[in-house]
């Protein structure tokens, strides 16, 4: 395992599940659950002939950033894409229910907790989504992976982080939607339907998978930040992340409310004024909502450095 | 169509015991991932190796002999999950292993 | 005797060729501009069954509107064609002859049609002349292969029908001379017909007919190597390169190939290379397309000159701000050439370092495959030994005076030779052996019946092979027996390097003839991508201070 320090500065992009894990939060402090010497690898998989992984591409595991215990889920995208199946699955619904339980005995032991004092779960998503290979299995695990989620609402937050190779595409795409914050990379994509899939099924005319800028333009954290699907663009670096991980973990459960997407009647609403305002704009390319936001110039904001995108982008209100 | 499961053992020199068991690796197309573990069998590593691919039995033989045999590891076992790693490759992890297992 | 003078007529070529732009003069507006629907009845009408074709294409740009206009023609009038061009890439270069239009082909480079080109042979639809090298097939251009039409690219022509071909000039100004001035026909097709060009790269009275191509010429990022897909073998080679070959001999002329290989080293030089000492000792002369991986050395201080081959898409810009480093015109825009860039290649480099698919026990090495007919382009020219060479380098004289048989053949006489370096992991893709007894090209020669098999790199010219073992100085070989006891000592587990003997390959290692990592001094533990100056291509843009604009496919941001 690398060192901590080392693993700060390095690229979050480059990393791989387990480092990720373990520089997200305080040095020293992470601890692995259901770890590869576990072996909880996939029987489908093996059936298939297909080969496995003794962690079965997801790391979880409990950490501590300041005073506040973080329980991490960390994808790892060159295992089948990190495809997530029955194991894996029953890992991040694992993580998630132990926080809850964990939030639940320390409230009811110590009622005047702080807000830095009370668990968060931070998911790092690497995946296209549902495992084909273990097809109801997997899809089983996305609702799962709901439940807890809808269970955790207004006691423990949860942030994803995206800022890996293969981005969260497919059912993961929902369950990052229903996160209470999101923190991206300019190299993390999110979205519901894979580029491969919107050629598939409209045509290279419409949506060519193959060309990345394009790809990145409609899907990747820059674009993400400006239409508010992400709270938080951060540096390609793990310590980036963790700082960001380390400033939200003391904020209250009000304030995470305020960053979901959806979850409310007035979120609801917010959401369908986007999509009217799409419905009038009719934008032929991401670069058209980004200038009905405000930026004169959107071509230049693609390769624009981090802190001058951040210092001069306008964001989209609606 | 089940994976095959290669199961051997190789002879290894009174050298270097394993500190603590270690993970290295990440199982992506064309790698693997190992987990070395401690255990004492008068200096013997054992070796048991799942992957899709078959047909390769002497070559993974040949490939952990020398990793043995240049790493002095002793008293070991090795529990490799392979997708179509090449032997510079199996080398390569096996090596990273050793030295994270050292260096804990 | 009778009079010869008065009775021979001296001008037929002039004569036919007049005779063709009569009949197609109804075509040819001011400016030699026909109208891009016109262009079908103007290749029929220059065009003879049985001429000499060129059309241009390589790796890079392709005259593809003129492609596949030329596919449109009537075949009861244009057949037979003899198509001599430098490259088959694009389907439509194959379906010429599929429909009947074209017969026979000599060609350098085969590329994605390799396959196509394999089983037209076979099926009598194409008879080959030759598998050339680009500079080979330049000169028979000038001998005996001169085409009589030739159909070829540009980025924009002005009004007068002068080209400029700019970044992309690559084989032009070659094909240009050799077909105007054996008074064949040249036709353009370009982007756009401006009022005034950037330069004049082509002069208008070489040109016959100018084209407006309802699209843009379709045009390959070939040479651009993803960092992040580097991967930490390729980096372990590249280190061993670097401190047993580059800092070894000091090498300062060199051409980087197209794989992931030297794509490693370049992103080495700034890291690993500057550690070893190597800057301004190394790569200080480079002949090579604009590699956008080349950026961090050059930022950094390590290359004096670098001439291209081609262009390579995205890097107009910050060629055109690196003037000292590059070759580029009065307006600023790169001049590429392939002929003097494939010249150099043969004649003034110091070192050529590639890979290959695979390398027999003698160190012979071809990336044919049994069934596709690929071609070398200018590898071989660059990667064997040239012998015209008469002017000396350190490093070429430190090659060569290793030789232990030099004097054997030359007597007292010191002479260089190239370095000529096959990099290469021992197994490639799906497990399959790079080290082979018998090349697949002897498999490929037997189902296309052709009379030699494609070699790329001859085992007489191959001086140093580089694996994950380490590397095997070929050159201090004193015979066969030595440098296939090097070869295998290198091969690791493939067969040819089972067959290795630890007593053989400890005697060698002393010996100096094969150097292992450890034996180098190279930790294989820092072998990661850590190492590497920049991990991906947003990297490359940092580095560029913004003038590299990637191409769509290569930006994940």
Known sequence: ?318 | MSLNTLTFSVKGDAGAALKAPVHHGVVGSGDMEVLMEPKAQDGAVSVSIVTPVAGFDDLWKRVLQTFVSQSGLSDAHLDINDNNATPAVVLLRLRQAMTEAQAN | MSDRTSEKAWNHRSADTAERMASAARFIGPGKVVKADDTVALLEAVIRAGDRVNIEGNNQKQADFLAESLNKVDKSKIHDLHMVQSAVPLPVHLDLFENGIAKKLDFAFGGPQAGRVAQFIREGKLQLGAIHTYLELFGRYFLDLTPKVSLICAYKADRQGNLYTGFNTEDTPTIVEATKFRQGIVIAQVNEIVDTLPRVDIPADWIDAVIESPKPFFLEPLFTRDPALVTDSQILLGMLCLKGIYGEYGVQRINHGIGFLTSAIELLLPTYGEELGLKGKTCSHMILNPHPTMIPAIESGWVDTIHCFGGELGMEEYVRARPDVFFTGPDGSLRSNRAFAQTAGHYALDMFIGGTLQIDKFGNSSTATASRVAGFGGAPNMGCDAKGRRHSTDSWLKCGQEQPTLNRVLGDMPRGKRLVVQGVETFGEGRAPVFVDKLDAWELAENAGLDLPPVMIYGDDLTHVVTEEGIAYLNRCADIEARMAAIRAVAGYTEIGLAAKPEETRALRDAGIVKTPEDLGVDRDRARRDLLAAKSVRDLVTWSGGLYNPPARFRNW
Request: negative net charge; charged residues 25%.
């Open chain 1, 1 to 318: 395992m690398p060192k901590w320090n080392d693993l700060q500065g390095r690229s979050f992009l480059e990393s791989n599940a387990r480092d990720r894990a373990v520089g997200l939060v305080d040095e020293g402090t992470f601890t692995e659950l259901a770890g590869p010497f576990d072996r909880f690898y996939s029987p489908h998989l093996e059936t298939l002939g297909e080969a496995v992984e003794f962690d079965d591409g997801i790391v979880t595991g409990v950490g501590r950033v300041g005073v506040t215990p973080v329980f991490v889920i960390s994808q790892e995208g060159k295992f089948i894409g990190g495809s997530v199946g029955e194991v894996g699955g029953a890992k991040m619904v694992n993580a998630i229910r132990l926080a809850i339980e964990f939030h639940d005995t320390l409230a009811a032991a110590h009622p005047d907790l702080t807000d830095a004092e009370k668990p968060i779960v931070v998911i790092s998503f690497e995946t296209g989504g549902v495992r084909l290979h273990e097809s109801n299995a997997g899809l089983l695990a996305h609702a799962e992976v709901m439940d807890q989620l809808q269970k955790a609402r207004g006691k423990v937050p949860v942030i994803a982080v995206i800022g890996s190779k293969v981005g969260c595409f497919g059912g993961m795409g929902f369950v990052a939607a229903a996160t209470d914050c999101i923190v991206m990379s300019e190299f993390g994509r999110l979205g519901l339907t894979g580029p491969e899939v919107i050629e598939q099924e409209m045509g290279k005319e419409e949506f060519d998978s193959g060309d990345r800028a394009l790809v990145f333009r409609t899907t990747g954290g820059k674009h993400k930040y400006i239409v508010g699907d992400c709270n938080y663009l951060v540096a390609d670096t793990l310590g980036a992340f963790h700082d960001q991980i380390a400033e939200l973990a003391t904020k209250s459960l009000a304030d995470f409310e305020a960053m979901r997407r959806i979850g409310s009647p007035e979120k609801v609403a917010q959401q369908l004024r986007g999509v009217a305002l799409a419905a009038e704009m009719q934008p032929k390319d991401a670069r058209d909502v980004w200038a009905h936001a405000g930026n004169a110039d959107p071509v230049a904001l693609t390769d624009m450095p981090l802190p001058d995108f951040l210092a001069q982008v306008k964001r989209l209100s609606v």
